[in-house]
Nanobody
């Protein structure tokens, strides 16, 4: 069983929306520190959104106001609602769980995670 399984990617036109989901196992969901990453062709991966145990969220500047990270504790699922998509949002999106250093829980772009999942492709046409 995959510890983190992302789904929901696809191809949309600029201005469109997609909702990504990431199903976690009990072991990977236990800390509640989770995030969404993306990797565009030829670029380093970057964390775009993070959420802590209380549900407090942080985002990188380029997605603020357009992306929303959330989670459902009952079914151990992480979500990323992406609206007003731009061609620059194209890439492989994957989720991560359980920060190595808990102090970075919920802080986007800070600290590594113990678990990284397989990705789902998002393509935004102009």
């Amino acid at each position: 069983q995959e510890q983190l399984a992302a789904s929901g990617g696809g191809s949309v036109q600029a201005g469109g929306s997609l909702r990504l989901s990431c199903a976690a196992t009990p072991a990977t969901y236990s800390e509640g520190c989770m995030g969404w990453f993306r990797q565009a062709p030829g670029k380093e991966r970057e964390e775009v959104a993070a959420i802590d145990r209380r549900g407090i969220t942080t985002y990188i500047d380029s997605v603020k106001g357009r992306f929303t990270i959330s989670k459902n504790n009952a079914n151990r699922t992480l979500y990323l609602q992406m609206d007003s998509l731009e061609p620059e949002d194209t890439g492989i999106y994957f989720c991560a769980a359980d920060k190595v250093f808990f102090v970075f829980c919920g802080s986007v772009g800070r600290g590594d995670y113990r678990h990284y999942g397989q990705g789902t492709q998002v393509t935004v046409g102009s």
